[in-house]
Every structure is written in structure tokens, then in C-alpha cells.
């Protein structure tokens, strides 16, 4: 079975930059398209950034857009979140997830199979 696992978050202050990780434990990632989402307290969890299993397309959120940046290392079976000029409303426990292994990308979080514990990113103003 396909197990994300998260790291990399923590407290930065507005216009810093963090990058999490997302390992695969158990079985590969390869062949799997994976998305990013987030949830803040109080809130549904909602999209923010997916890549196809060959990593060859790139989907992100309105908000995030030239702001963050998704890829993948198939070699090393990690996906990453690359997020800069962070602002205080992208505080929010951030989730990895993987799709049906060689299926389209979705925004759906119910569209995803496997889920990470999530990483918690706080942006302090």
C-alpha cells in the first residue's frame, strides 16, 4: 500500500519560504499522480497543488500560483512543495496524497486514495 509520509513544515514569517517533502513509504510512487492539500482550522481541506505521475504536468490553486511550485523525483520517490512569499493565510496543515496509479489528475480531495499524516505551516505576520 501506498503511504505518504509529510515533513518539512514549521513557523516562518511572511514573505519567507519553506519546502516539504513527501516520502513514500511501503510501496513506490511511481506511477501515481499526487496532489498537496490543506486544511486551516475550521475549514475544509482544499486543493493546492497536484503533478502527474510522469511529473511532465503541474496543476496549482489560484492563490498559489508563482508562488508555489510542486514537483517530483521519481528516483527518490519524494514529491515536494516549494512555497515562497508565504502569507499568513497559508497557515494550514498541509496533506500529501496519491491517486489511482496511472489515473488523470483531480483538485477532489475524495478523488485521492492515500493520505499523509499532514505537516503543520505556520506564517506569522
Known amino acids: 500500500q501506498v503511504q505518504p509520509v509529510e515533513s518539512g513544515g514549521g513557523l516562518v514569517q511572511a514573505g519567507g519560504s519553506l519546502r516539504l517533502s513527501c516520502a513514500a513509504s511501503?510501496?513506490?510512487?511511481?506511477?501515481?499522480?499526487m496532489g498537496w492539500f490543506r486544511q486551516a482550522p475550521g475549514k475544509e481541506r482544499e486543493f493546492v497543488a497536484a503533478?502527474?505521475?510522469?511529473?511532465?504536468?503541474?496543476y496549482y490553486r489560484d492563490s498559489v500560483k508563482g508562488r508555489f511550485t510542486i514537483s517530483r523525483d521519481n528516483t527518490k520517490d519524494t514529491v515536494y512543495l516549494q512555497m515562497n512569499s508565504l502569507k499568513p493565510e497559508d497557515t494550514a496543515v498541509y496533506y500529501c496524497?496519491?491517486?489511482?496509479?496511472?489515473?488523470?489528475?483531480?483538485?477532489?480531495?475524495?478523488?485521492?486514495?492515500?493520505w499523509g499524516q499532514g505537516t503543520q505551516v505556520t506564517v506569522s505576520s
Open positions: 503533478i502527474s505521475w510522469s511529473g511532465g504536468s503541474t
Open positions: 511501503g510501496r513506490t510512487f511511481s506511477g501515481y499522480p
Open positions: 496524497a496519491a491517486k489511482s496509479r496511472f489515473g488523470s489528475n483531480s483538485y477532489a480531495p475524495d478523488d485521492y486514495n492515500y
